[in-house]
């Protein structure tokens, strides 16, 4: 048999092509509408290369009425992200409205960012997310002209003051900012920009550090706010007010738990169904203040999570003060950090002189992850089972330094007197 000629075979790849084209064709007399929700999906480097399809494909995207940049940075990545290199051409070509921006800007490009955010206010930019590579960079105070903004997250960078007499935004939502620096007076620009945003209703503050050598106190007024997490090494003088919304918190304060303002702290987020506290950074050398927790209470809070350990004071005081303090309490998970050696003993007599009456009350699920079977720990479970008349489920999974068997911890909690005839122990296994 003659195998077809070369000119055949090009014949064939050529009806393939413009049998591809015409189906594209096809898809271009869709409603305007459709295709533009069709582009927009794609995200705009799929969407320009559509350019490729046929003629009427060349220029379609540049018509989109609203674009979503983002740009983050993948794996294989080595410098900056895929087509972050294309912003300037985009802006250009494409004068549509940016409703998203999202990139992860390394050095080379950290100098146009002025200029982004000069184009992104005029297009009525509403979500904003900035992570800077390293170094810190200032941020552009062009970065306040973004009047319509509903979300500005930024990672990295230096944040300016705000210039006088501009409303930073009074449409946001939400505000993320992480590793992030301020200067000197830098609080009262965090105060402002949150006091002028009366819609914000979540809001992320971790390891955000302020210039200066003084701790100046400031407050987070947001009567509309959610959701709140503040995590920080140092205490930098916050005052929490009105947060009257309040429904969920993530707390990590290392030195300042142990602090004489920190119950004053927790007043202002006793609204909370949800909770998570941050206490295996609590330092060793000091003792939790059971009293002065005890005069706020989380009449709302229905969930409680952990990161702790068992092995020193001041986690096991901070555990039970707060305990104390939520008596409609259903759900307690607890994560075990750090705590390579039991330092304090705190057994089943310590334990239990803590316990006060009603305390866990409405308790009905506990979660404990990756603990080691040490003594501290294995008096908090038989003290939870013997109290919590509600339970009807603690959960338990072993961590990498268990100090005995499995077997022999499984043996030793099934012999614990329960409170509650319905409580169940699952062992999950090692911890994943």
């Known amino acids: 048999m003659t195998p077809p000629s070369r000119s055949r075979k090009r014949r064939r790849g050529g009806r393939a092509t413009e049998a591809a084209a015409a189906e594209a064709d096809t898809l271009i007399s869709l409603p305007r509408d459709v295709l533009d929700e069709i582009l927009t999906r794609l995200g705009i480097l799929d969407a320009v290369r559509t350019s490729a399809l046929s003629r009427a494909w060349r220029r379609r995207w540049e018509a989109l009425p609203s674009l979503d940049l983002s740009f983050p940075r993948l794996e294989d990545d080595k410098d900056a992200p895929k087509g972050l290199g294309a912003v300037d051409s985009i802006l250009l070509r494409c004068p549509g409205r940016v409703r998203l921006f999202r990139a992860d800007i390394d050095e080379r490009y950290a100098g146009r960012a002025h200029d982004w955010l000069h184009v992104l206010s005029r297009r009525g930019v509403e979500i904003l997310d900035l992570d800077f590579d390293k170094g810190f960079p200032a941020l552009p105070t062009s970065v306040f002209s973004c009047g319509l ?31 992030a620096q301020l200067p000197d007076y830098g609080e009262y620009l965090l105060e402002e920009i949150i006091d002028t945003s009366p819609l914000l209703d979540f809001l992320v503050l971790t390891d ?102 068992f092995c020193e004071q001041p986690p096991i005081m901070l555990t ?98 329960r409170a509650s005839a319905k409580a169940q122990v699952l062992f999950k296994g090692k911890e994943t």
């Not at 944040?159 to 993320?176: D, N, Q, T, Y």
């Not at 919590?388 to 499995?406: D, F, K, N, Q, Y």
């Open 149 to 179: 903004l509903t979300s500005l997250s930024l990672f990295g960078c230096a944040i300016p003051l705000l210039p006088p007499g501009v409303v930073a935004f009074p449409e946001l939502r939400k505000l993320s900012l992480v590793n």
């Open 208 to 309: 955000v550090s302020f210039g200066g050598d003084y701790i100046r106190e400031w407050v987070i007024q947001a009567p509309n706010l959610r959701h709140l997490t503040i995590c920080s090494e140092i205490n930098y003088g916050w005052v929490l007010e009105e947060l009257t919304s309040l429904r969920s918190a993530v707390i990590d304060l290392w030195d300042f738990v142990v602090d004489s303002k920190f119950a004053k702290f927790l007043s202002g987020i006793v609204q909370v169904k949800k909770l998570l506290v941050v206490t295996h950074n609590a330092p060793v050398n000091s003792r939790a203040m059971i009293p002065e927790i005890l005069l706020c209470t989380f009449h709302n809070l229905k969930s409680l999570k952990l990161y702790m350990h």
């Open 320 to 417: 039970f003060c707060l305990l104390k303090s939520a008596p409609n309490l259903e759900k307690l998970k607890i994560q075990i950090f750090d705590g390579e050696e039991q330092k304090f003993e705190a057994n089943g007599e310590f334990q239990n002189a803590l316990w006060t009456d009603g305390m866990c009350a409405n308790l009905q699920v506990v979660q404990m992850i990756g603990i080691n079977w040490r003594p501290n720990e294995m008096s908090f479970i038989e003290l939870i089972l013997s109290k919590a008349r509600l339970l009807h489920t603690l959960s338990v999974s072993h961590g990498e330094e268990i100090v005995m068997s499995s077997e022999d911890a499984l043996n030793e909690l099934v012999k614990y007197r």
